[in-house]
């Protein structure tokens, strides 16, 4: 498994490079490396993007020179919901054949071909688009959904074949069994000959000697359907999830598929970054001064931090392993919280006092809090 690199040797800058010496090296190896040009490469196209990604931003930048690669969340690409890509890939979960597409997925299975082409596939039912909204903790730990769906489904009596049971199918006799019909339209250029699917067999060349009494040959009933979804752990906001074949069905052909829209409430304390979750916490200037523990609430539950002595307004801590579940991996992500020191706006004359105690017999060192 290759490893990662680092996002300043990736741009060819320096840890202290300045935010505009970062844009400039990312624009000129953007240039350089971008796949539409020749010689592009889009492997090395796709990694700039990520380390500029991170780098330009200032939150992004501080928690990857304090954590590495462990601090930004596998570093999305793209942002919105692509933290994970899963084109072509796929999961089975309970018998469903379950896809992840991230982005425009649709391009190839909508409206797909025509003309001849189409007529030699086979027949095809409608896929269908539903949404479903998650809560942010049903997306970290996964969950199962009941979605309700009123489709064409599979006549029941005849099995989707159009034909009452005991009876067979026969040749069509419009199209004599080619599932075409053929009409000539004479024009001041000629006669001009169209194929069509024969409407009496839809195109498949046979017709049942006697139409199903339920279906009335259609092969199909719109039904009332619900499908059992075992949404996975770790799955993003815009992610599509794609069940094969519980989509509509037709006659004597393949169902449709189930495109499955994906949306997550934002949450009311957390955020996520790729596999990361990011909250804030308030400590006062004593703690923050002296050390101590703090309470943090985290997905699982509440966990008790350390606080170390001296720390400052907006220092990050890594809590290992609270963050979001990778998909494809048996391990997570961290849970990272920033902290704000709180500053008192009002003191007892005795905490004044003190306070500028404090302040002239540290007056000459270097530190505020050595």
Do not use: W
């Not at 954590?67 to 570093?75: D, E, L």
């Not at 794609?242 to 949450?267: F, I, S, T, W």
Request: hydrophobic share 30%; charged share 30%.
């Amino acid at each position: 498994m290759s490893t990662k690199r680092d996002y300043y040797d990736v741009l060819g800058v320096s840890k202290t490079a300045s935010a505009d010496e970062i844009k400039k090296a990312f624009r000129r190896l953007a240039v350089q490396h971008h796949p539409d040009k020749e010689g592009g490469d889009e492997t090395k196209f796709k990694e700039i993007n990520e380390a500029y990604e991170v780098l330009k931003d200032s939150e992004k930048r501080k928690r990857y020179d304090q954590f590495g690669h462990a601090g930004v969340g596998g570093a999305s690409s793209g942002g919105g919901g692509g933290a994970y890509d899963f084109s072509g890939g796929g999961f089975n979960y309970q018998g469903q054949n379950i896809n992840f597409d991230f982005g425009d997925i649709f391009g190839s299975f909508f409206g797909g071909g025509g003309g001849q082409r189409a007529r030699q596939q086979t027949r095809r039912g409608r896929d269908i688009e539903v949404a479903l909204e998650l809560s942010f903790e049903e997306a970290v730990f996964g969950v199962e959904k009941a979605i309700k769906l009123n489709i064409n489904t599979e006549c029941e009596h005849c099995k989707g074949k159009g034909a009452e049971p005991g009876y067979s199918l026969k040749t069509c006799d419009k199209c004599k069994g080619s599932g075409q019909v053929v009409t000539v339209t004479r024009t001041i250029l000629g006669n001009i000959q169209q194929a069509a699917e024969c409407p009496d067999c839809r195109g498949t060349g046979k017709v049942p000697e006697k139409l199903c009494t339920v279906c009335k040959g259609a092969g199909v009933n719109r039904k009332e359907q619900i499908v059992e979804l075992k949404i996975p752990a770790g799955i993003d906001d815009g992610a599509t999830v794609r069940l094969r074949e519980y989509g509509e069905a037709v006659l004597n052909g393949q169902k449709g598929d189930l495109y499955v829209h994906v949306r997550v409430r934002p949450h009311k304390k957390f955020t996520r970054e790729g596999d990361l979750i990011i909250s804030h916490e308030n400590i006062d200037m004593v703690t923050a001064a002296l050390g101590g523990e703090l309470k943090v609430d985290t997905v699982d539950g509440e966990v008790t931090m350390k606080i170390p002595q001296g720390t400052q307004n907006g220092d990050d801590f890594k809590l290992s392993g609270h963050g979001v579940p990778h998909i494809k991996k048996d391990t997570r992500g961290a849970h990272i919280v920033t902290v704000n020191v709180q500053i008192p706006t009002r003191l007892s004359k005795h905490q004044k006092e003190l306070l500028r105690e404090f302040g002239k017999s540290s007056s000459n060192k270097r530190s505020f809090f050595n």
